[in-house]
């Protein structure tokens, strides 16, 4: 099914403090953001009009924006604002939201301190990362060729544009053999990730996941480890080898986009959705929600 060209859609952008005509928000081709990706961005979804952890969210984007050595012009609480008013100006409840800051255009070379530092808010109709047949079912993960590098490589903890360059290959590399996505092992043979979102393992009442030294920490993957320590779960955060996938039952991945989706197949191994993904799909789809205040 054809979809719109996402610069061809109508609505509004949030752009450097004004609303825009979705069309209209532009930027020239000399920008230093899209030559040397100093960009940052993050990624959100609306459930019910309300932005979940939007705080979180917004004070990562500043982080990361410090990270890559440069000041977002604008405060937690006036992005969070703008992050409003996007879905109230475009008629969304239920939404994925993209803000994002990068260095502009006054000069073209490596150093940039000079540039202008611009941001932008968008938000449109983005339903699960996963179609429904493919997370009921579980999807199938095939392994990335390339690896999280080193701490001391990249800036890890930033959600930095460049960073997601060997994602967009694996990803490719993966939907080329016809798998949903690809699960890629950090510098040292460890697994890290998947190209967009964190992974868990379960045996029993026990899950198991990598411990986030080299890539990010995401606020779904923090928030989801709460929900299953509420439902009775054991979470370990430790270096896990590839060999080790042997020894687990079921496995999921989590993310912004991805939400919550449970995983049948990694390689070679393969699992069953089953009581835990279940729990945790259901858990964390309670939890998005904006909660109402109590009946008088």
């Known amino acids: 099914m054809a979809t719109v060209p996402m610069d061809q859609r109508d609505g509004w952008i949030w752009y450097n403090g004004e609303m825009v005509p ?34 979180e969210h917004t004070e990562r984007l500043i982080a990361s924006g410090k990270t890559l050595d440069f000041t977002i ?6 992005i969070d604002e703008a992050c409003r008013e996007v879905l109230s100006k475009n008629n969304l409840v239920d939404a994925y939201m993209r803000p994002i800051a990068w260095r502009g255009s006054e000069t073209i070379s490596v150093p940039a301190r000079d540039n202008k530092v611009h941001v932008a808010i968008a938000a449109w109709v983005w339903p699960s990362y996963f179609s429904t047949e493919e997370r009921l079912k579980g999807i199938r993960l095939c392994w990335a060729d390339w690896k999280r590098p080193s701490p001391e490589t990249i800036p890890c903890k930033a959600k930095a544009a460049g960073l997601y360059m060997i994602c967009t290959l694996s990803k490719h590399a ?27 393992f ?8 990598p411990t986030p030294d ?16 509420a439902a009775g779960y054991t979470v370990t955060e430790r ?51 904006p909660k109402q205040a109590a009946a008088e």
């Open 174 to 200: 993966a939907m080329d053999k016809g798998y949903a996505d690809a699960l890629m092992l950090d510098y040292r043979g460890y697994v890290a990730e998947a190209t967009g979102a964190n992974v868990f």
């Open 22 to 55: 979705w069309k209209d928000a532009k930027l020239h081709v000399l920008t230093h953001g899209l030559h040397y990706a100093s960009s940052v961005f993050e990624g959100q979804r609306a459930y019910g009009g309300e932005v979940f952890k939007l705080r």
């Open 239 to 289: 270096h896990i080898k590839p060999e080790e996938l042997t020894q687990f039952d079921e496995c999921f991945l989590t993310g912004t986009a991805a939400e919550v989706t449970p995983v049948s197949e990694v390689g070679e191994y393969s699992f069953t959705p089953g009581e835990a993904c279940r729990t945790l799909v259901e858990a964390y789809m309670a939890e998005v929600q």
């Open 214 to 229: 080299c890539f990010l920490d995401g606020i779904t993957r923090r928030t989801v480890i709460g929900l299953a320590k």
């Open 73 to 78: 012009p604008f405060s937690a609480d006036e």
């Open 202 to 209: 379960v045996k029993g009442k026990e899950i198991t996941t």
